[in-house]
């Protein structure tokens, strides 16, 4: 059984993957932000978090499929 409190996590998280599927970086990444301050620790969030970052600043172009590609190891 999942707590009140992971479950409005799972919650957020969920809104930020779909805003960011939709390439919606900024509202994204405030979903991501919200699942943080509930819990911190959680690492898809603090990871989509950073990726929202990265696309504010170095947009996707119009035909991306979501795939976050690494440029260095």
Same mark, same amino acid.
């Given at each position: 059984? !999942?707590?009140?409190? =992971?479950? =409005? @996590?799972?919650? &957020? &998280?969920? +809104?930020?993957?779909? /805003? #960011?599927?939709?390439?919606?970086? =900024? +509202?994204?990444?405030?979903?991501?932000?919200?699942? /943080? +301050? !509930?819990?911190?620790? $959680?690492?898809?969030?603090?990871?989509?978090?950073?990726?929202?970052? #990265? #696309? !504010?600043?170095?947009?996707?172009?119009? $035909?991306?499929?979501? @795939?976050?590609?690494?440029?260095?190891?």
């Amino acid at each position: 059984m !999942i707590s009140e409190q =992971q479950k =409005q @996590v799972l919650d &957020f &998280f969920a +809104e930020g993957r779909k /805003l #960011y599927k939709l390439m919606n970086f =900024q +509202e994204a990444k405030a979903a991501f932000a919200k699942a /943080l +301050e !509930i819990n911190p620790d $959680d690492g898809p969030a603090k990871l989509y978090f950073d990726r929202c970052d #990265y #696309y !504010i600043q170095n947009p996707p172009p119009a $035909d991306w499929d979501g @795939v976050f590609t690494m440029t260095t190891k």
